[in-house]
């Protein structure tokens, strides 16, 4: 795959995706205003990652509520969400590259969504240290990558990331701010919160491009955003119980979709 022209925000977009810099993947420089003239698809298969970063293919138990009166095991599991927002920063470049011919508009609120991916970064990896850990001290699982570039469409895209994986971070995230303020963790609790705050945005945008793109009666959004998860992914990942219907309404999900999702079952699995 040939790289994109240096100067463009596609270089950018490459130069960030597959740096192993851990710097760089912290905070890297402004992204240019320039567009590779018809630029071509281009689907990164996989992030570079720093020699800081161990990746596993198993995903460590998360602790359990009362397992977070430990600070390491509070630091565990911020290292993960610390790992989320990189990937979900990672993709959002990733899309820019995958899909050149997006509006305008929407390039221009995944690059917002980036930039707010790399602040909850930061203050994860501040609140890590508080913690008297580090960025690095954890094994990290690229479970986002193993399943979000699967994505054939940019409704594909915008149906997994805004609409599901980081819908259902309004749902944790909330869960998580509570069993960090049980353990007296103030701080944790109110990262959580914010970060929560600060995604319902991400969701509104994923779910008015979504609807843009896959035009259809506002009573059949839940089919046809449940149709257009890639297979293993479905509705059964992309929700935490119970729903924070709050925030989800705020994003824009009507109680019809809200009912459909809060309802799914997988069906049987079919006979081999």
Not at 49 to 63: D, Y
Not at 98 to 114: H, S, Y
Request: aromatic share 8%; glycine share 6%; proline share 14%.
């Amino acid at each position: 795959m040939i790289p994109p022209p240096e100067g463009t925000l596609q270089r950018w977009a490459w130069a960030y995706i597959t740096t192993q810099d851990l710097a760089l993947k912290i905070a890297p420089p402004p992204p240019p205003d320039a567009l590779e003239p018809e630029a071509p698809p281009r689907r990164v298969e996989a992030p570079g990652r720093p020699p800081e970063l161990q990746v596993t293919g198993r995903a460590p138990k998360a602790p359990g509520p009362e397992a977070l009166r430990d600070p390491r095991r509070r630091a565990q599991i911020l290292h993960t969400f610390w790992h989320h927002e990189l990937q979900a920063a990672e993709l959002m470049a990733w899309a820019i590259l995958a899909f050149p011919g997006m509006p305008e508009p929407l390039r221009r609120g995944l690059l917002k969504v980036l930039d707010d991916e790399l602040r909850h970064m930061a203050l994860y990896q501040e609140h890590l240290e508080r913690l008297g850990s580090q960025v690095g001290a954890f094994p990290v699982r690229d479970w986002f990558w193993q399943r979000v570039p699967r994505s054939e469409t940019l409704a594909h895209f915008l149906a997994v990331m805004g609409m599901g994986l980081e819908a259902a971070n309004l749902d944790h995230a909330p869960r998580f701010a509570a069993r960090f303020r049980a353990v007296g963790d103030e701080q944790g609790a109110r990262i959580q919160e914010q970060i929560a705050e600060e995604e319902i945005p991400h969701c509104a945008l994923a779910l008015h491009w979504y609807q843009r793109l896959q035009q259809g009666p506002p009573e059949g959004l839940f089919q046809r955003w449940s149709s257009t998860l890639p297979p293993p992914l479905s509705p059964l990942l992309m929700r935490g119980l119970p729903l924070d219907r709050g925030r989800r309404r705020q994003a824009g999900f009507d109680p019809a979709f809200l009912d459909a999702l809060e309802r799914w079952e997988p069906g049987p699995t079919p006979p081999a």
